[in-house]
Nanobody, 119 residues
Framework: VQLQACGGGLVQAGGSLRLSCAASGRTFSDMGWFRQAPGKNREFVAAIRWSGTNTDYADSVKGRFTISRDNAKNTVYLQMNSLKPEDTAVYYC???????????????WGQGTQLTVSS
């Protein structure tokens, strides 16, 4: 599966932004968002089951970020509200098997999109 993420940019603290990730190839995959800040390891942000019925979030974004998907468009979204400077990172979307939602192991990755949150 190929993934194309977009929607990153520069936003002020407290603002909102929505990332999109269009997938082509394999369908009905669990999908997720990860991020990597400069000098840090890549970390899990959010995941959604292939059906869209279950979502999971890192504690650091719970209540602020919402992951969703439109299977008709093969697209997954990450709505980010109340952004903080510490959310600054390159955000990656990922697709995996039907068990990836639970394991957080994904085998296909997008190219990443930069989010910068200014204070």
């Amino acid at each position: 599966v190929q993934l194309q993420a977009c929607g990153g940019g520069l936003v002020q603290a407290g603002g909102s932004l929505r990332l999109s990730c269009a997938a082509s190839g394999r369908t009905f995959s669990d999908m997720g968002w990860f991020r990597q800040a400069p000098g840090k390891n890549r970390e899990f942000v959010a995941a959604i089951r292939w059906s869209g019925t279950n979502t999971d979030y890192a504690d650091s974004v719970k209540g602020r970020f919402t992951i969703s998907r439109d299977n008709a468009k093969n697209t997954v979204y990450l709505q980010m509200n109340s952004l903080k400077p510490e959310d600054t990172a390159v955000y990656y979307c990922a697709a995996g098997s039907l068990g990836s939602y639970y394991s957080k192991n994904f085998d296909s990755w997008g190219q990443g999109t930069q989010l910068t949150v200014s204070s």
